[in-house]
């Protein structure tokens, strides 16, 4: 590409010397004031048929040249959507505030590596397997990769690992679409023989986030959320929701030293007395989770000082005409409101609060808590509009009533309904038989309404009820499923939902495999005519990849449970790609706009909380081979990944 702009200049500078001749010609050129008066026009019919071709001729290459060189444009032409044109599913769950949407490429675009080389492979559209082949002869050898700003991590490493040790890369790079492959993966050798893997890609989990970390340090200490590309921030609730989020996970992968630093900052710094709206779901589940979690975990009391003070400032939420709470509260001026524009509050969010304000009432012995998210469940128990267990994705905080009803999905808005269930039932002890019961009613809905297989290959998939049709849409978010199934198996719930969980979470991990860059979109369609060539395909605006955990959280609970190794194994490749494409050189990660072009990613300069707080952590814990790492007998995991104490039983 850069060849073929420098010889397109070569005629313009050609050009150049017979204007100025021309000008000279005319005999004004020392006398610039007269010479600016004459007639362009005359100057033109001056010129030579000839000449005035030229001119012509360097004046489209200049057009040319400066469209293809305007980054938005570029963006355009490559089939690519800036972030502001993107759905979110996470921002899904938010409010739709102007300041937290994904900001433009083109503002991330001066710091992204060119790279010529990559730039003529990304039009060599083939199935993945080709792509990572090409890429991986194509880029190598080009120093300017070396030099990106992205890192492209063990490709250029070839079989060193980050601590120097042997990795086999065809561990991590090759799908398993087919049997074939499936018999000569690594997942299907002994275990025995990457042990010493596994110790390295623990270590490799620690480097992740140290790495992560020191982004978020250098650039964004005591702010919402990294961006690391414009080595800044952005706040969202205004309350360190990274450092927040990541503090039991630095406990957990025995990060002490950075532990110790952000409780310093908690400590001293963190305050809850702010003039500030927070949305309720993600500030308990983040915030209040993983404070009452890292209390659990260290004993320190200070935590729990805060759990109770984001607690109580969160209650008004609940002070709405059918106690199904708001969407929204002020912590600092103690009032709630719902979103601007609906007094509706999304079914996922407000059933997906319980496990944290119950043991918030449990350990401060103040019922109130517990009492308020108790009744939304009760409430939601009530309600008619439910399709087989599976419930609509709204409910209205005046009337109690499901609205906007016809969409059954198990994906965003609904997702954590079905995961608190059955985590409720776990936490108080498996006593509360209507919480069981609703599960098994929601995964029978699911059996019976959602689930189906795609074509060619058969996979196992969850799409969505819209109003009476099937869609076979599925969202990443999805992938949580497989780790509850598991989990409700290993808690003495039909052993066919194991069966299930297996087939999704074969599912889950090829809608990595089958992407280019082997990270999983956000929202995948399956194929389900027969003939079809590819069981998955994605649409333009879904092909972001926001760091998220579901995947392999997943993994862990599988691997827990059945301690097949090829689970390990994949969730090993998810971290190589996540290294590969999304790892910023001066510390952090981002999410992503495009997971199906290698080449050209395109970060969207941001890095959520969730990374840190449960991407990192539910790989750790992936390939920790001490079960005794929060066992899951003794902690049921909140829907952020905040390990929370199973209520032991009275004596
Ligand atoms: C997290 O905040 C939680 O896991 C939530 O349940 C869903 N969305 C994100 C991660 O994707």
């Known amino acids: 590409m850069k060849g073929w702009v420098a010889d397109m200049h070569t005629p313009s500078r050609q050009g150049y010397v017979s204007i100025t001749l021309a000008g000279q010609g005319g005999g004004s050129y020392n006398n610039s004031k007269q010479w ?39 963006e355009h032409l490559r089939g690519l959507t800036g972030g502001e044109q993107e759905n979110d599913s996470n921002s899904v ?40 082949r090409l890429q991986k002869k194509g880029n190598t050898s080009d120093p300017q990769d070396k030099a990106a700003d992205i890192k492209k991590e063990g490709e250029e490493e070839g079989v060193i690992s980050w601590r120097g040790a042997v990795i086999d890369t065809h561990q991590a790079t090759e799908g398993t679409k087919d049997e074939e492959n499936k018999e000569d993966s690594p997942a299907n050798q002994g275990a025995n023989s990457t042990k010493d893997s596994v110790t390295d890609w623990l270590e490799a989990v620690q480097e992740a986030f140290r790495h992560a970390w020191k982004g978020y340090k250098d650039f964004a200490w ?35 030293e950075e532990f110790e630093e952000a409780k310093m900052w908690v400590a001293t710094e963190l305050t809850f007395n702010k003039n500030v709206d927070v949305n309720l779901f993600e500030s308990t589940i983040r915030i209040l989770g993983g404070l009452l979690s890292t209390y659990h975990l260290t004993g320190d009391t200070m935590f729990l000082d805060k759990a109770k003070d984001i607690g109580s400032r969160l209650m008004p939420a609940f002070n709405t005409p059918s106690k199904i709470p708001y969407s929204d509260v002020n912590i600092g001026k103690g009032t709630a409101h719902p979103p601007r524009w609906t007094s509706d509050s999304t079914v996922a969010e407000v059933t997906s609060i319980q496990l944290e304000f119950r043991e918030l009432s449990r350990l401060t012995q103040d019922p109130q808590y517990e009492a308020a998210v108790a009744e939304v469940m009760k409430q939601v128990h009530k309600l008619d ?31 954590s309904y079905y995961e608190y269930l059955l985590k409720q039932w776990i936490q108080g002890g498996k006593k509360e038989d209507q919480l069981m019961e609703e599960y098994l009613q929601a995964v029978e809905g699911v059996k019976k309404n959602l689930l189906q297989k795609s074509s060619p290959n058969g996979l196992t998939f969850v799409g969505e009820i819209s109003h009476g049709q099937f869609s076979p849409k599925m969202d990443h978010l999805v992938c949580f499923l497989p780790g509850t199934l598991a989990l409700g198996a290993h808690n003495g719930l039909p052993a066919d939902h194991m069966d299930l969980a297996k087939q999704l979470m074969e599912t889950c991990y090829q809608m990595y495999v ?54 390990r194994v994949w969730g090993w490749e998810i971290l190589k790609s996540f290294n590969k494409y999304t790892k910023v050189s001066s510390g952090g990660y981002t999410s992503i706009n495009n997971v199906r072009d290698p080449d050209y990613p395109s970060p969207r300069d941001k890095m ?37 104490p199973i209520w032991p039983s009275p004596a």
């Open 385 to 415: 509009g439910k399709l087989d267990g599976l419930v609509p994705m709204f409910i209205n905080t005046n009337s109690g009533q499901f609205t906007h009803q016809g969409i059954y999905t198990l994906g965003a808005r609904a997702d």
């Open 608 to 644: 959520e909380s969730f990374f840190l707080g449960e991407t990192l952590k539910y790989l750790y814990l992936l390939f920790s081979d001490d079960p005794d790492l929060i066992s899951l007998d003794q902690y049921v995991f909140n829907t952020e990944a905040h390990p929370l």
């Open 514 to 567: 089958h992407m280019e860059t082997g990270l999983s979109p956000e929202i995948v369609h399956f194929n389900m005519h027969q003939g079809s060539t590819r069981d998955i395909e994605v649409k333009l605006a879904d092909r972001h990849n926001l760091l998220r955990p579901e995947t392999v959280e997943s993994l862990f609970y599988l691997y827990r449970f059945t301690k097949d190794h090829k689970y």
């Open 93 to 132: 769950l938010r409010p739709v505030v102007p300041h937290v949407l994904p900001e433009p490429v083109k503002q991330v675009q001066p710091l992204l590596p060119e790279q010529p080389s990559q730039r003529k492979l990304s039009n060599k559209r083939g199935p993945p397997a080709l792509q990572n």
């Open 222 to 256: 005591g702010h919402d959320e990294l961006r690391p590309i414009s080595k800044s921030y952005s706040e969202w609730f205004g309350l360190g929701l990274t450092l927040i989020d990541a503090l039991d996970t630095m406990w957990i992968l025995g990060l002490k």
């Open 36 to 74: 600016r008066r004459q007639s362009c026009w005359r100057k033109w019919k001056q010129l030579s048929r000839l000449q005035r071709s030229l001119i012509l001729f360097i004046l489209v290459l200049l057009f040319i040249c400066g469209i293809s060189s305007y980054p938005t444009v570029t």
